[in-house]
């Protein structure tokens, strides 16, 4: 199983980012993606999860209006399009994948973890 990340870097406020995360190893359609994100002492939480199943999705309060979950079955790749950045969005981004069939925003739901990609806003 492997999840990869990329598309984080660094941006102003007011800046988009968009995350990829391509995964192999298991049936893609069938698992629940989620992202997630820690900053430096603090920790992880979730960011937007989606269910691949029913297309079923969740946004955590910080960035929902600003931030869109998107996932392609057919590239076994989910992504994250990051606009209205803040510096407060500045963490490690992680992908996940759940065996879960529904949308859940708790990481110890997740078996799989990539190895994250770095976000930094700018103020």
């Known amino acids: 199983v492997q999840l990869v990340e990329s598309g984080g870097g660094l941006v102003h406020t007011g800046g988009s980012l968009r995350l990829s995360c391509a995964t192999s190893?298991?049936?893609?359609?069938?698992?629940?993606m989620g992202w997630f994100r820690q900053a430096p002492g603090k920790e992880r939480e979730a960011v937007s999860c989606?269910?691949?199943?029913?297309?079923?999705?969740y946004y955590g309060d910080s960035v929902r209006g600003r931030f869109t979950i998107s996932s392609d079955n057919a590239k076994n790749t989910v992504y994250l399009e990051m606009n209205s950045l803040k510096p407060e969005d500045t963490a490690v981004y992680y992908c996940?994948?759940?065996?879960?069939?529904?949308?859940?925003?708790?990481?110890?739901?997740?078996?799989?973890w990539g190895q994250g990609t770095q976000v930094t806003v700018s103020s």
């Open positions: 996940a994948a759940s065996t879960m069939a529904i949308v859940i925003n708790t990481p110890e739901w997740y078996e799989h």
């Open positions: 989606i269910s691949n199943s029913d297309g079923l999705n």
């Open positions: 190893g298991f049936t893609f359609a069938h698992y629940t």
